[in-house]
């Protein structure tokens, strides 16, 4: 896919050039404007965000980083945000190839109903549900446990990734399957050594699209994690951000901590993570 | 012979249905036990009066949905969920095609700019709204500062902390959010955009908006739609944004029926009446979902056509 719009370009004038130049630079720097800002509060001495909270860039340390990530309890937050988004985004992936495959290839009774079934999971917003699930889960024993919550983000993404990967996975043309089977290759091995191939950038958009989702998930952590022993970053930053005593220092610290991985995963793979949005929201 | 190819075929059909019923069972069983138990626990709670605490749930039939018809609170948060619906799909709708058709007509630096107005929409919504309450601050915010600077002192408030603007604040911020994933979309869209309709329509002279409207969004209906739908449903289920940076206040200024019923059913204890509140959103919102998927199917079908 190509970004850079027609080869052909309308005979512009150089005065709408500008104008256009001078919107696209006012948008861009909208869109920057807060992140720089949670960067340079970051990355300020102590005192200078005491005195002056919000001017940018004025001073440089890495004090209120190490205060946040060894007295604010950023270190552990970090932890519990990669125990919670690494598992449920491989779950995610794994279950919902595994799906969309079955759901796009082959035919068994009650197919349809329950890929309708699923799909309602991109209808009904998260909080429709949030309520029963806090008491499911308690009565479960799965409340404030890390495998409970895993597998609630997992489940959260579900229904998106399956439909990914079936819209893949239907495009594959017949004639791969058919060889495959004629060399005497079985349903299984057609699976994994035929169809998957197809597929593997595909998950890999899947992939990235799930962790960010994942890692920037706030309700299910400050929901169903109430103890706070496998509180992650999103949930840590709240609490710090609604608690009495604000240090702007730190917070803006946390705040940098949680989304760097962000910012890193969307700069490597922003083609995948289109991809991913493209796939999910055009082809249906 | 042909009894024989029938059998393998009718084989190889039984095999394949028994690998799709083991690939698809894990992902069933997790939306079974983690969403449709909860969804079908959802209604009936929202037949109940329970409070969380008692192991029996009262059974009060409809009585949920006849109070909120009379409870003032719904029909508030309501009013603030469709004026975030209305001004929170059709500013980022607008300011997505907007930067789009820009980017696509040909600006130098299209990759950058793409990162840059994609960057807000991967942002936790906490970092965002920590950000943002920054901004806002009453003392030393950056918008009261920048009013300042230009002589509007006199506009210069506590954004997030005054009723009337409180609600429009957090909703700027959402805009804020949302508008890159439009332009990102759009952008995409448009590379299939027939250039000789639109060189055509210029000879015909139209004019910029013309062509716009008249050649190139009808070409882009279905990304148009698909996108529409995706942000106004947003807009039905909104609450984490609010429920990070107001909680609903100052006094209930900008409750909306998410931070309304999560408060009914975690702080006041009223689970059945929050459920109720939670599932009425979903339902509020399911007939725009159909009417404007019908809508996208119709103008896909027309292309194909």
């Known amino acids: ?284 | 012979m042909a009894a024989v190819r029938e059998a393998g075929v009718t084989a190889t059909r039984r095999a394949k249905a028994r690998l799709g019923v083991l690939l698809a069972a894990p992902a069933m069983a997790l939306m079974a036990l983690f969403f449709l138990f909860p969804l079908v626990s959802a209604g009936y709670f929202s037949l109940t009066s329970w409070n969380g605490v008692v192991p029996q749930a009262p059974f009060v039939g409809l009585r949920n949905f006849v109070e909120m018809l009379t409870d003032g609170q719904v029909w508030h948060a309501l009013a603030n969920n469709a004026i975030w619906i209305v001004i929170g799909t059709a500013a980022p709708l607008v300011i997505g095609l907007l930067l789009a058709v820009l980017l696509w007509s040909g600006a130098r630096g299209v990759l950058a700019y793409r990162l840059a107005f994609f960057l807000p929409y991967v942002l936790p919504q906490v970092v965002i709204g920590i950000a943002w309450t920054w901004i806002y601050d009453p003392v030393y915010g950056w918008v009261n500062k920048v009013l300042n600077a230009i002589g509007l002192d006199a506009l210069a408030r506590g954004w997030l902390g005054e009723p009337d603007t409180a609600l429009f604040a957090v909703l700027a911020t959402a805009i804020w959010a949302t508008f890159g994933f439009a332009v990102v979309i759009f952008l995409a869209a448009l590379q299939n955009v027939d250039l000789d309709l639109v060189d055509a329509a210029r000879i015909d002279g139209a004019n910029a908006l013309q062509r716009l409207v008249h050649v190139v969004l009808p070409q882009i209906m279905p990304v148009f739609l698909m996108v529409t739908t995706v942000i106004l449903v947003g807009g039905f289920s909104v609450f984490d944004i609010v429920f990070i940076m107001t909680g609903g206040g100052p006094g209930n200024a900008t409750e909306v029926l998410g931070t309304y019923a999560f408060e009914n059913a975690f702080t006041l204890n009223r689970v059945g009446y929050g459920t109720a509140l939670a599932l009425m959103v979903t339902l509020l919102s399911l007939p725009f979902v159909i009417i404007l998927n019908r809508m996208q199917r119709r103008h896909v079908q027309e292309k194909a056509g």
């Open chain 1, 1 to 284: 896919m190509t970004i850079t719009g027609s080869s052909r370009r309308p005979g512009q004038t150089p005065s709408t050039s500008a104008v256009r130049q001078l919107v696209l630079l006012a948008f861009a720097f909208l869109s920057l404007f807060p992140p720089l800002l949670i960067l340079s509060t970051a990355i300020r001495t102590p005192e200078d965000v005491r005195t002056a909270p919000f001017d940018l860039f004025t001073s440089f340390s890495v004090e209120n980083i190490a205060a946040a990530w060894t007295r604010a309890n950023f270190s552990e937050y970090f932890l519990n945000s990669v125990l919670l988004a690494v598992p449920s985004t491989v779950l995610v992936v794994v279950l919902a190839t595994a799906a969309g495959y079955a759901f796009a290839r082959c035919a068994f009774l009650g197919r349809d109903l329950l890929f309708y079934a699923m799909m309602l999971g991109l209808l009904v917003p998260f909080f429709t549900i949030m309520i029963p699930l806090y008491f499911q889960l308690r009565q479960l024993g799965l409340l404030d446990t890390l495998i409970g919550a895993i597998l609630v983000l997992t489940m959260t993404q579900l229904a998106f990734g399956t439909f990914m990967m079936r819209s893949f996975f239907i495009d594959i043309p017949n004639e791969f399957e058919q060889a495959a089977r004629v060399d005497g290759a079985s349903e299984w091995q057609i699976f994994l050594h035929v169809m998957l191939p197809f597929v593997r950038s595909a998950a890999g958009a899947l992939t990235v699209f799930a962790f960010l989702q994942n890692w920037n998930n706030f309700l299910v952590p400050l929901l169903y994690l109430p103890g706070g022993e496998y509180r992650p970053l999103t949930a840590g930053l709240y609490l710090l951000a609604s608690g009495r005593t604000l240090d702007i220092g730190p917070l803006a610290a946390g705040s940098l901590l949680t989304v760097l991985p962000v910012i890193a995963v969307f700069l490597v793979a922003q083609r995948q993570l289109l991809r991913g949005f493209m796939a999910g929201a055009v082809k249906g």
